[in-house]
């Protein structure tokens, strides 16, 4: 593997690192869900397009609010393809001169 595609990889990792943690402290500050739900729901959200897969909602949908569901994705939404967003709504198209929040 080149150096190239070493530092495009680790680029694309903190990418998602830093979109992973403004997710999470957003929707902490606003509703308690408990960690690894939050956790989950927020990389199935990153993994497929801001919306969490059909079977994750239905396994939290009896331990998190359906409202507090569908705030993860529209903040996933917005912060990956929103007017500032990280991502191209043409296919992800990476934008590093957005800081992490």
């Given at each position: 593997m080149?150096?190239?595609?070493?530092?495009?990889?680790?680029?694309?990792?903190?990418v998602l690192?830093?979109?992973y943690k403004t997710?999470?402290?957003?929707?902490?500050?606003?509703?308690?869900?408990?960690?690894s739900l939050l956790a989950?729901?927020?990389r199935?959200?990153?993994e497929n397009r801001a919306r969490a897969s059909a079977?994750?909602?239905?396994?939290?949908s009896s331990y998190v609010q359906e409202e507090?569901?569908?705030?993860?994705?529209?903040?996933t939404e917005r912060l990956l393809f929103g007017p500032n967003?990280?991502?191209?709504?043409a296919e992800y198209g990476y934008k590093s001169s957005v800081p992490c929040v």
């Open positions: 080149s150096s190239r595609n070493v530092i495009c990889n680790s680029h694309e990792a903190l690192q830093c979109c997710i999470i402290n957003t929707i902490e500050a606003r509703y308690d869900v408990r960690g989950e729901l927020v199935s959200s990153l079977s994750l909602r239905q396994y939290c507090a569901l569908s705030y993860i994705e529209r903040v967003g990280r991502f191209s709504a």
